[in-house]
C-alpha cells in the first residue's frame, strides 16, 4: 500500500541530510545515457529528419522511463508494501537536488570570502555555462544566485509538483524530461532542430511549477523577513523579460526577495551578450548574497512541499 506523503517527505529529508550519492547509480545518469544513445541511433538513420528524429527520442527516453520506473515499484509491491514504500521514497529521493544546489553554490560563496577570485570564477564555472575567466566578483555572485534560483524549479519544485500529482513515476517522468532538455535544448546548429522537441517539452511541463514556486519564494521571503512584497512587484514587472518563458519566474522572484538586480552583460564563447536586468532595485551580487539564495532556495522548497502535502491531505478528507 502506497502512502505517498510519508514517501514524500523521507525524500526530501534525505535529499537534505546526504545530497546526490557520488558512489551510487544515479537514475538521472542513466536517463541522460539513453538519451545519448537514442540520438546516436536515430541521428543514424540518413531517412529521418532531425526534427522527427528529436520526437522520437522523447517519447522512447520519457516512454522508457516511466515504465522502467512503474515496473520497479511493481515489482516491490509483488514482494512487500513496506519494500514497495521505500523504493518509492528512495525514487522520489533521486529526482530532488537541494542540497547539491547549494552545495555548489557554497562552493562559489566560500571562494570569494577565503581562497580568492580565480578559485570563485574556477568554481561558478563549473554550475554555468557562461564564461567565467573575466568575471568580476560581483558577476561570479551573481551566476551563482542565478543557478540557484533558476535550479530551484528544475531541482526541486517541479519535481515535487509531479511527484505530489502523480507519484514517484511522475517525478521520474519529469525528471528524464529534463534531463533531455539538459542534453539537446540548445539553439545551435546540432540540436537547434534535433533538441526543439525536447526543449518545447520542457518548457511545458516547467509551467505551472516555475509560476508555483513564486508564492512560496515570497512566503520563504516573509519568513526569513526579506523583501516579501518586492517578490511579487519583480514577477510582475520583470519576469517576462527573460528569454526563457519559465526561467525568468523564480529568477526574479529571488530577484525581489534578495533586494538585487540579475541578468545584464555575460560573454558565451568570448562574444557578449545583452540580457534585461530582472529585480526592482539595482543592488549588485555578494557572497552574502548567495548564502542568503540557497538559504531562501530551502525554505521556499519546504513551503512547496508543505503546502503541497497539505493540499493533498484536505482533499483525501473531504473525499472521506
Not at 515535487?160 to 528524464?176: E, N, R
Request: contains cysteine; hydrophobic residues 55%; charged residues 15%.
Amino acid at each position: 500500500m502506497f502512502i505517498p506523503e510519508l514517501q514524500l517527505a523521507a525524500a526530501f529529508l534525505l535529499d537534505l541530510v546526504l545530497g546526490d550519492p557520488r558512489k551510487f547509480p544515479h537514475p538521472v545518469k542513466g536517463i541522460g545515457l539513453l538519451a545519448m544513445k537514442t540520438e546516436a541511433l536515430l541521428r543514424g538513420i540518413r531517412w529521418l529528419p532531425l526534427h522527427l528524429a528529436g520526437i522520437a527520442t522523447v517519447i522512447i527516453v520519457v516512454g522508457a522511463t516511466t515504465v522502467a520506473a512503474w515496473s520497479v515499484l511493481w515489482l516491490c509491491a509483488l514482494v512487500n508494501p513496506v519494500l514497495e514504500n521505500v523504493m518509492a521514497a528512495v525514487m522520489l529521493y533521486f529526482t530532488f537536488a537541494a542540497k547539491d544546489l547549494a552545495k555548489h553554490a557554497r562552493a562559489v560563496m566560500n571562494a570569494l570570502q577565503y581562497g580568492g577570485l580565480s578559485m570563485a570564477r574556477k568554481n561558478v564555472g563549473m554550475i554555468v555555462g557562461r564564461d567565467a575567466d573575466a568575471m568580476q566578483e560581483e558577476d561570479v555572485a551573481q551566476a551563482a544566485v542565478e543557478s540557484v534560483a533558476e535550479n530551484t524549479v528544475d531541482g526541486v519544485t517541479a519535481p515535487l509538483f509531479f511527484a505530489l500529482l502523480f507519484g514517484p513515476v511522475g517525478a521520474m517522468a519529469y525528471k528524464a524530461v529534463n534531463t533531455l532538455d539538459s542534453c539537446f535544448g540548445y539553439k545551435n546548429e546540432r540540436h537547434l532542430e534535433f533538441g526543439w522537441a525536447s526543449a518545447r517539452l520542457d518548457d511545458l511541463v516547467n509551467y505551472l511549477p516555475a509560476r508555483l514556486t513564486v508564492p512560496a519564494v515570497a512566503l520563504a521571503a516573509a519568513m526569513m523577513r526579506l523583501r516579501f512584497a518586492d517578490v511579487f512587484r519583480s514577477v510582475a514587472k520583470t519576469a517576462r523579460l527573460h528569454a526563457s518563458p519559465n526561467a525568468g519566474y523564480p529568477e526574479a522572484a529571488f530577484a525581489g526577495a534578495l533586494g538585487v538586480r540579475l541578468g545584464g552583460l555575460r560573454s558565451y564563447g568570448a562574444v557578449m551578450h545583452s540580457f534585461p536586468h530582472l529585480g526592482v532595485v539595482d543592488t549588485l551580487c555578494s557572497a552574502h548574497t548567495i548564502r542568503q539564495a540557497f538559504a531562501l532556495m530551502f525554505a521556499a522548497s519546504a513551503i512547496f512541499l508543505a503546502s503541497g502535502l497539505g493540499i493533498r491531505i484536505l482533499f483525501k478528507l473531504i473525499m472521506v
